[in-house]
């Protein structure tokens, strides 16, 4: 018996969703004219957003990939671990939906456990408070701010310099000795971040304080002033 175009539909309601065998279905079912026009109308659509996505993620995949590589160049082996399993994430969202990460909780929750445990290890590795010699060098620069008296005019003739290296001064021992305390406190902040934050918005804070960067005032920074003002009073 002569088989028709509507045996050869496997559904005649709605069409199958699977992207690989559209094309094929579209070519039967127009050849034997048994589907519907808006059948075909959400055949494009669904082919339409399947390639939307695949541009999406493809695109994603490729600026977390230059972003892995610039944190590598920069000497950064475990942010580019971190940059490279958001990417995997980011890109498995787009490509197969938000719901995928839900239904293979196992996988992308281990994925996302790994990140939280990497960015807690990338904050006490690269933490002021876990240097010695940073922790060392602001207690040095505390006492040495404390036995200096003034600028020579052997060294700087300028008295307005003088007076700025003076006011300097009074600063230097209030920043150095609060500088380790200081360290812990901001320890403590990058630490809940890196605890709290999902891994979306934990990368977007840390691409913001990388290219976006206010640099705090520290014990170094205003010893360095100082010592452009009259230079080797202080011992860097």
């Given at each position: 018996?002569?088989?028709?175009?509507?045996?050869?539909?496997?559904?005649n309601?709605?069409?199958?969703?699977?992207?690989?065998?559209?094309?094929?279905?579209?070519?039967?079912?127009?050849?034997?004219?048994?589907?519907?026009?808006?059948?075909?109308?959400?055949?494009?659509?669904?082919?339409?957003?399947?390639?939307?996505?695949l541009?999406?993620?493809?695109?994603?995949a490729i600026?977390?990939?230059?972003?892995?590589?610039?944190?590598?160049?920069?000497?950064?082996?475990?942010?580019?671990?971190?940059?490279?399993?958001?990417?995997?994430l980011?890109?498995?969202?787009?490509l197969?939906?938000?719901?995928?990460?839900?239904?293979?909780?196992?996988?992308?929750?281990?994925?996302?456990?790994?990140?939280?445990i990497?960015?807690?290890?990338?904050?006490?590795?690269?933490?002021?408070?876990t240097d010695?010699?940073?922790?060392?060098?602001?207690?040095?620069l505390?006492?040495?701010?404390?036995q200096?008296?003034?600028?020579?005019?052997?060294?700087?003739?300028?008295?307005?310099?003088?007076a700025?290296?003076?006011?300097?001064?009074?600063?230097?021992?209030?920043?150095?000795?609060?500088?380790?305390h200081?360290n812990?406190?901001?320890?403590a902040?990058?630490?809940?971040?890196?605890?709290?934050?999902?891994?979306?918005?934990?990368l977007?804070?840390?691409?913001?304080?990388e290219?976006?960067?206010d640099?705090?005032?520290?014990?170094?920074?205003?010893?360095?002033?100082?010592?452009?003002?009259?230079?080797g009073k202080?011992?860097?």
């Open positions: 018996m002569k088989r028709t175009g509507k045996d050869l539909t496997p559904n309601h709605m069409p199958p969703r699977n992207p690989d065998i559209w094309l094929c279905i579209l070519l039967i079912s127009r050849h034997f004219g048994n589907i519907s026009k808006n059948h075909i109308q959400l055949i494009y659509k669904d082919i339409f957003i399947f390639l939307v996505r541009i999406s993620s493809g695109v994603s600026t977390f990939i230059s972003y892995s590589i610039y944190e590598a160049l920069s000497g950064e082996p475990i942010n580019t671990v971190i940059i490279l399993l958001i990417g995997v980011f890109v498995w969202a787009i197969l939906g938000p719901l995928s990460l839900i239904a293979d909780k196992e996988i992308s929750g281990f994925i996302a456990s790994l990140v939280t990497l960015s807690i290890v990338n904050v006490l590795n690269t933490g002021d408070v010695s010699d940073k922790t060392n060098q602001n207690i040095d505390f006492q040495q701010a404390l200096v008296k003034y600028c020579p005019t052997t060294i700087q003739p300028d008295e307005s310099k003088r700025k290296f003076q006011a300097l001064k009074d600063i230097l021992v209030k920043q150095c000795g609060f500088q380790n200081q812990i406190y901001r320890l902040i990058d630490a809940a971040k890196a605890r709290y934050l999902d891994p979306v918005s934990g977007a804070d840390n691409i913001h304080s290219f976006i960067k640099e705090p005032v520290t014990c170094l920074s205003i010893a360095k002033r100082m010592n452009e003002i009259c230079p202080l011992q860097l």
